[in-house]
């Protein structure tokens, strides 16, 4: 799946008052044309021990994987909602920013699957993600 700058554009827009906004998640195309998120690691986003907490990577996977989606949904008939996410942390960010790429692995009439790599500013891998989306009809 190919995305474009106006697909940034149009999820950045839906960002007010969500928990994507308070987290401070910006979306954004690389130059690949995949689908990107960026995500600031401070107070907002850290656990006690001052590490990215798990639970702020996987809200960064599952935001993006689901705007993904439903930006290649018809949203005035279907809707898109996550149904299994999970995350494999394996490099600790005490600073800076995350950035969380997606990859449509799965792309069919009723699910999506995703997966999601996040790096930090280094490049350095630090969690790998998947996320599963159904597919609904909107009422």
């Not at 690691?41 to 993904?68: I, K, N």
């Not at 949203?75 to 950035?99: D, F, M, P």
């Not at 996040?118 to 790998?128: H, I, S």
Request: proline share 2%; with cysteine.
């Amino acid at each position: 799946m190919q995305f474009t700058a106006q697909h940034a554009e149009r999820a950045n827009a839906l960002r007010e008052g969500t928990l994507v906004a308070h987290l401070g998640i910006t979306y954004h195309v690389d130059e690949l044309g995949r689908f990107c998120a960026t995500m600031p690691v401070d107070q907002r986003t850290h656990q006690p021990m001052g590490l990215l907490h798990g639970g702020a990577t996987a809200a960064l996977a599952e935001s993006l994987g689901s705007m993904a989606s439903a930006l290649i949904v018809d949203l005035n008939t279907q809707g898109v909602v996550g149904i299994e996410v999970n995350a494999n942390h394996l490099k600790g960010v005490r600073s800076g920013t995350v950035t969380a790429t997606g990859t449509l692995v799965h792309h069919g009439r009723t699910t999506h699957v995703w997966n999601i790599d996040v790096r930090n500013e280094a490049g350095e891998l630090c969690a790998v993600c998947r996320l599963t989306n159904l597919v609904i009809p909107r009422r």
